[in-house]
């Protein structure tokens, strides 16, 4: 068949129809360029760029959403994708209370819907998808008070502090998490009106085994991030992302997005073949971010891909690592990655 443009071929594999070659991306962090709407533009197109990527998953730092809510951070100390945490709102149960209703364009909103129109602009119509979080992984970031200023650090104040939360106050945790839907709504509806073609919403390690019960998700997740979804639903690339190990994929197969993006590879969670029973939406990934991408040669991520891609045959799937590959993987396995979806 002729060459499909990029938005072309994004297109068809979200609708399971015919391609040139399976699409194909991959997505990371930028420090410090992420702290500025104009430098992280300029390095996420480049990026884009470099690897002849099919589509961008912007990729701002991981606490803008808490930013927006209150806390400060040290972004001249940073332990992997995290700076240093300073003060926030958020110290006791009794402070949801403060965890308002915003307008989702000022502030902090407003400097990423600027990065939406300089990467609109760079892209040479190609799909992008801002990054969501979804409204319980934004109140897990609020929550954080992390006794060491490390990333496993933070991570684990992040289910500490929202067990906390849930345990001594769950009513204040649903008036907050309504808010903070509310919020994240205007906001995913902002950006698609500035130019993305949809969003990457994130749920970020809490939908799994070990950090949440499924009841205590269906409760407190689910509700809040159909809200979210619920504003973008005219947008033509909407994708879930699912993270961690162990999680709950059958609790989120049914969102209404075109895709879902999940660690398929040694991560204890479904397979593509088996992610394909459970739903009929397209499958983003295959790929191991934290195995061969980034620890093995180029011909160990090819074989991989390929891997990935033979299963995915005869349904809808795009080829991508299972969440943000590490700010130095090796350049010559993500250029593999890329040279893994033309015919051998």
């Not at 071929?9 to 709407?37: K, M, N, S, T």
């Not at 205590?216 to 997740?221: H, L, R």
């Not at 809808?316 to 993500?334: K, Q, W």
Request: glycine share 8%; proline share 6%; aromatic share 10%.
């Amino acid at each position: 068949m002729a060459r499909l443009s990029r938005r072309e071929r994004v297109e068809a594999a979200l609708r399971g129809e015919e391609v040139d070659r399976p699409p194909v991306a991959a997505w990371r962090h930028f420090i410090p360029a992420e702290r500025q709407p104009s430098t992280l533009a300029q390095a996420s197109l480049q990026d884009f760029f470099t690897f002849d990527w099919d589509w961008l998953k912007v990729n701002p730092r991981a606490t803008y959403y808490a930013e927006a809510w209150g806390n400060r951070y040290d972004f001249d100390r940073y332990d992997g994708v995290f700076p240093a945490f300073i003060e926030g709102p958020l110290n006791t149960p009794a402070d949801l209370e403060k965890i308002g209703e915003l307008s989702g364009v000022d502030g902090v909103f407003a400097e990423h819907l600027e990065l939406v129109r300089l990467i609109k602009e760079g892209i040479q119509g190609a799909h992008f998808v801002q990054t969501v979080f979804s409204p319980l992984s934004v109140l897990a970031f609020l929550a954080a008070r992390p006794k060491t200023q490390t990333q496993d650090a933070a991570v684990q104040a992040q289910y500490e502090g929202l067990r906390r939360l849930l345990d001594e106050n769950p009513q204040g945790v649903h008036a907050a998490l309504e808010n903070i839907a509310a919020t994240l709504a205007r906001y995913a509806a902002a950006a698609v009106e500035a130019g993305a073609s949809g969003v990457f919403f994130a749920i970020v390690k809490l939908a799994r085994e070990g950090v949440l019960t499924r009841e205590e998700y269906a409760e407190f997740g689910k509700p809040y991030d159909l809200k979210v979804l619920a504003a973008v639903q005219g947008a033509p690339f909407n994708l879930l992302h699912v993270c961690g190990p162990a999680v709950y994929f059958d609790l989120v197969a049914d969102y209404p997005v075109h895709a879902i993006n999940w660690a398929s590879v040694n991560q204890r969670n479904p397979t593509i073949a088996e992610a394909r029973r459970q739903t009929d939406k397209a499958l983003i990934g295959g790929v191991d971010e934290t195995g061969a991408l980034q620890h093995g040669s180029p011909e160990e991520v090819m074989a991989e891909a390929r891997a990935a891609i033979e299963a995915g045959k005869g349904g809808r799937f795009l080829l991508a690592p299972g969440c943000g590959v590490a700010m130095d993987a090796p350049p010559a396995n993500l250029h593999a990655l890329r040279r893994s979806v033309e015919p051998a």
